[in-house]
């Protein structure tokens, strides 16, 4: 039987390649993916152009302990969670969310990239510093990007299912969609084409998303 290891594709090596599925990364460090999915999304001669978005998630520490109540009544569009151990906070420029920890942890999560991820946890640092705590920004790192796209066309789970090179988990009584595994990535289909990535870290390259994509549900996207 074929293994994913045999496969003549880089993206299959690639993936394996990776020895963990959380990438440490130092600051300014950034491959800037969105880029490269909005030049796709736009390319001339693109088979079905794909309406991609794609979510970020980052953390850092800011050294200090914290008053989540004060933070809470002094930072507008934020609220303290019911056992009053996070405060989650929305940003506007740019848009993302966040959750602080009184341990002084914060979680971005949705923003549009790496960049944007970066700026905005260095902002709400500055923001919580101005406020008299003695804020040290480090240890930022990303977590995971996802990906949300549509291909277009549905999706015959049933087939990809059937595909014995692909590592698929698929229970139509439980849930709507499959899930395929590649490496630390994995694949949520749905049948009407949505196809949501996680998973992934910032030295994975849009190309080799949409060259697996390509592979398990036997389209053409190309870049």
């Known amino acids: 039987m074929t293994t994913f290891s045999t496969i003549p594709s880089p993206v299959f090596n690639s993936f394996y390649e990776k ?46 302990e914290l008053d989540l109540k004060h933070l809470k009544n ?6 303290l969670s019911n056992t009053g151990k996070m405060l989650m906070i929305k940003y506007r420029n740019p848009a993302c969310s966040f959750v602080i920890y009184p341990n002084g942890v914060g979680i971005c999560y949705e923003a549009s990239n790496e960049e944007d991820a970066l700026l905005a946890s260095r902002k709400i640092a500055r923001t919580i510093q101005k406020l008299g705590y003695n804020v040290k920004f480090t240890n930022f790192r990303i977590l995971n990007i996802s990906y ?18 692909l590592k698929v988990r698929y229970e139509p009584e439980v849930c709507d969609g499959a899930y395929v595994q ?40 190309s870049i």
């Open 19 to 64: 020895k963990s599925t959380e990438l440490e990364i130092s600051q300014g460090n950034y491959s800037g993916n969105i880029d490269e999915l909005i030049s796709y999304s736009t390319q001339p001669g693109t088979p079905s152009p794909l309406e991609i978005e794609c979510f970020v998630t980052a953390m850092f520490r800011l050294g200090t």
């Open 182 to 221: 590649i490496g630390a990535m994995t694949f949520f289909l749905q049948r009407d084409g949505t196809v949501i990535v996680s998973g992934a870290n910032p030295t994975v390259k849009v190309n080799e998303i949409i060259e697996a994509i390509n592979y398990i549900t036997n389209s053409d996207f």
């Open 148 to 165: 949300r796209m549509s291909l277009g066309k549905e999706l015959d789970l049933e087939k990809i299912h059937g595909n014995t090179e």
């Open 74 to 79: 002094s930072i507008r569009i934020s609220e």
